[in-house]
């Protein structure tokens, strides 16, 4: 079946600093693919999205590139702020319907 | 504002008693979504509705169960047949059921049961 899979966190950045988020996906056919942010207690809100191969999501200086080659939507940012603490969801759009498949989520710690 | 409403934030029961979280959404969506969450985990989806009056199992339905008699409302009961109820719950909708669409989640409501 669909899978994602995630970098294990918590991931410790200072201020600045450059970000990355892995994410590899298994799937049938061609997902969308998202990732979503939460903050303590609350929701999730979605960051970006991609639903095609090649695309770029973008989204309050975050990107993800869908690389259908290597199966991957690795989320970056080029400078985290103390504000992005949060955990970040990746997930997918099963080939039938629109239910997503999450990965378990990374947890990013920003310090000042 | 259009948005998804969750109630109540906090939920406590005893064990054994059957509880019923809110999912309300004013955004004119086709499609609902219940999943849950546990700590350090992603979600899981316990049951989705593409329209009213009808819906579907998901991956973890044991134990649950739902309604969809209105476009706006999405209720899930927690029944004392789910074995491990103490999670937190996230409702989502989508403008339609179909592969791709986004989905938009509710806060979330966390119940603890006793």
């Known amino acids: 079946g669909d899978s994602v899979t995630q970098m294990e966190g918590p991931v410790t950045l200072s201020e600045e600093a450059f970000l990355t988020i892995n994410c590899t996906y298994t799937a049938t056919g061609y997902p969308s693919l998202f990732w979503y942010v939460q903050y303590p207690g609350e929701g999730l809100q979605l960051l970006l999205k991609?639903?095609?191969?090649?695309d770029k999501g973008s989204n309050k200086g975050f990107e993800a590139t869908y690389r259908k080659e290597t199966t991957s939507f690795h989320l970056e940012k080029g400078s985290v702020q103390v504000s992005d603490s949060a955990v970040y969801f990746c997930a997918l759009n099963r080939n039938a319907g629109n239910m997503l498949t999450f990965g378990g989520g990374t947890r990013l710690m920003v310090k000042p | 504002d259009g948005g998804i409403t969750q109630s109540p934030k906090y939920l406590f029961r005893k064990e054994g008693q059957n509880v019923t979280l809110s999912c309300e959404q004013n955004l004119n969506h086709d499609a609902m979504y219940w999943y849950r969450q546990d700590p350090g985990q992603g979600l899981r989806l316990i049951y989705y509705?593409?329209?009213?009056?009808?819906?579907q199992k998901g991956d973890i339905a044991e134990g649950y169960s739902v309604s969809r008699e209105k476009k706006e409302s999405f209720p899930l009961t927690v029944t004392s047949a789910q074995k491990n109820p103490t999670a937190f719950y996230l409702c989502?909708?989508?403008?339609?059921?179909?592969?791709?669409?986004?989905?938009?989640f509710g806060p979330g409501t966390r119940l603890t049961v006793l």
């Open positions: 509705s593409q329209i009213v009056n009808d819906f």
């Open positions: 991609a639903t095609k191969a090649d």
């Open positions: 989502a909708s989508s403008k339609s059921g179909l592969a791709g669409g986004t989905q938009y």
